[in-house]
């Protein structure tokens, strides 16, 4: 028997299961229908089945989709290469079809590669991370498209931190392919909303705008939980990882090791110089970090993978990081500026701001970019 009146008994609702724009495929294969096509994919480019997944290109080959040519992001096609390492053109061994680096000579698509291409897909899974590349390869192949009149479908997917806007925002001078543009550095917009804002806002070269068709989210919020099933990037193992990055990714620019050469990327930050405690690690080469910082060395650190899930970005560590390294070492390095996108927060930690001081500091570009945001929206 029910112990509680029939009055005060709610009904528990599964959420709906979030449908990727992959997944949608009558509203996008009537496109595709005739037309040379190429695709813009990692391994993070998939259909997702009852039982698993199978590859997007692999299914539409399969559907005898004309596929010519694949291009790859910063890790390559099969997602393997290390961070910053050059990605080199070459062929699939799944299909032998010709795969051109976007993250080796050339970032941007030329005319020459997009010859005789009628359509160009682009469908790969983000982060919603300002320094995290996958957007700026998205802004060099709409502009590309654009150029040469090719029309270009992004297809949807969720973004794990989705649920938030922080951060320094990107100051123009200060723009590189770990941030093109002046948004926070957590910007809460999947990749199909920031695809509508690169050609609203006209950030393309010459003002040029992509012929852009969107295949959007189903059963999607900015608030919703997503597991990411296959890992991104080989440095973002899990959902903990991901939810971190924000935060640890800005050790990037430093002399602190994050992670790198462990099985817990993202979720501990240490260094050799560290005062001694009960947590230490020892960075080695591994999938994804051939030459971690610190290799080989006892490392001193913090390990973060119990902490709650963050709905914000955590300076306090950054600054924990800067006092604990002597002041013979060398704590900011070149790249920390491209990843902070603006001088200011290296200035801010150097003369002792606190994180609240740091924090409003951020507030003027952070509401002055959800105006922006807003017009471009597709889920609540």
């Not at 990605?87 to 079809?97: N, P, Y």
């Not at 009149?149 to 770990?178: A, C, M």
């Not at 080469?285 to 080989?296: R, S």
Request: glycine residues 8%; proline residues 7%.
């Amino acid at each position: 028997m029910n112990s509680f009146p029939e009055s005060n008994v709610i009904a528990q609702t599964q959420p709906k299961e979030i449908v990727v724009g992959a997944n949608n495929m009558k509203a996008y294969l009537p496109l595709l229908a005739g037309k040379n096509i190429a695709v813009v994919a990692n391994q993070t480019s998939v259909i997702f089945k009852k039982n698993g997944y199978v590859h997007l290109v692999d299914s539409l080959l399969s559907l005898r989709v004309n596929i010519s040519k694949v291009f790859s992001p910063e890790h390559g096609f099969r997602g393997i290469a290390d961070a910053g390492e050059t990605v080199t053109d070459g062929f699939d061994l799944r299909t032998d079809l010709p795969i051109v680096s976007l993250y080796g000579k050339n970032k941007k698509p030329s005319s020459d590669q997009l010859k005789g291409i009628e359509m160009v897909i682009f469908d790969i899974q983000d982060v919603g991370v300002r320094f995290y590349t996958y957007t700026s390869t998205l802004h060099y192949v709409m502009e590309a498209c654009a150029e040469n009149g090719i029309p270009l479908i992004v297809l949807d997917r969720p973004n794990p931190n989705g649920h938030y806007i922080d951060g320094p925002t990107l100051k123009i001078e200060n723009s590189s392919f770990l941030g093109m543009h002046p948004i926070p550095l957590v910007y809460g917009m999947t990749i199909g909303e920031y695809a509508q804002m690169i050609n609203g806002e006209r950030w393309l070269k010459n003002k040029v705008s992509s012929k852009l068709t969107v295949i959007p989210l189903k059963n999607y919020t900015h608030q919703s939980d997503y597991h990411i099933p296959i890992k991104p990037s080989p440095n973002l193992p899990n959902d903990k990882a991901i939810n971190l990055y924000p935060s640890l990714g800005l050790f990037e620019g430093t002399i602190i090791n994050a992670g790198r050469g462990t099985e817990n990327q993202f979720q501990q930050y240490g260094a050799p110089f560290f005062p001694e405690s009960e947590f230490s690690y020892t960075p080695q080469p591994n999938a994804g970090a051939k030459f971690p910082k610190h290799l080989g060395k006892l490392c001193y650190g913090i390990d973060l993978k119990n902490t709650v899930k963050l709905n914000n970005i955590n300076i306090d560590w950054l600054i924990d990081a800067y006092h604990k390294t002597p002041k013979s070492e060398q704590f900011f390095g070149a790249t920390f500026t491209a990843h902070a996108g603006t001088t200011e927060l290296e200035n801010q930690i150097k003369s002792g701001m606190t994180p609240e001081e740091i924090f409003n500091s951020w507030q003027p570009g952070i509401e002055l970019f959800k105006k922006v945001r807003i017009k471009y929206l597709l889920y609540e």
